[in-house]
């Protein structure tokens, strides 16, 4: 895994069967993204604010993805720097930059990478 850089970007990107999100990056790596994940790291200010409150305190049932959430989302660039996930409940305000998502790669590389010592 090569260290997560502004220069980064996606070559490629692609759902696959609807509920994987593919990204081919510059550096040759690659990353599969199941849509539940994403969804679960929304990096928009709401959801950050829910994952740091105590898990009795948080709104479980809004952060929950559901089967309507998960159905059919759709992806679009934002700038040079990252991408929109339109998801199927109407919630969008989630802006992923490009280096986020290298940084929540769940591939075994990158989580292996994020292990202390």
Same mark, same amino acid.
């Given at each position: 895994?090569?260290? &997560?850089?502004?220069?980064?970007?996606?070559v490629a990107?692609?759902?696959?069967?609807? *509920? @994987?999100l593919l *990204? @081919?990056?510059? /550096? +040759?790596?690659?990353?599969?993204?199941?849509?539940?994940?994403?969804?679960?790291?929304?990096?928009?200010?709401? #959801?950050?604010? @829910?994952?740091?409150? /105590?898990?009795? @305190?948080? /709104?479980?049932?809004?952060?929950?993805?559901?089967?309507?959430?998960?159905?059919?989302?759709? &992806?679009?660039? &934002?700038?040079?720097? +990252? *991408?929109?996930?339109?998801w199927g /409940? +109407?919630?969008?305000?989630? *802006?992923?930059?490009?280096?986020?998502?290298?940084?929540? #790669?769940?591939?075994?590389? #990158?989580?292996?990478?994020?292990?202390?010592?």
């Amino acid at each position: 895994m090569s260290a &997560v850089t502004d220069d980064l970007r996606p070559v490629a990107a692609r759902w696959l069967t609807g *509920i @994987e999100l593919l *990204i @081919e990056w510059n /550096d +040759g790596h690659s990353s599969a993204f199941m849509t539940d994940y994403l969804r679960e790291q929304c990096p928009c200010a709401w #959801c950050r604010v @829910e994952r740091k409150k /105590d898990p009795r @305190e948080r /709104d479980l049932l809004a952060m929950r993805p559901t089967a309507q959430a998960l159905a059919n989302p759709s &992806v679009e660039p &934002v700038g040079r720097y +990252g *991408i929109r996930i339109n998801w199927g /409940d +109407g919630h969008s305000s989630g *802006i992923y930059p490009f280096t986020y998502l290298r940084l929540i #790669c769940p591939c075994p590389d #990158c989580s292996q990478a994020k292990r202390p010592g």
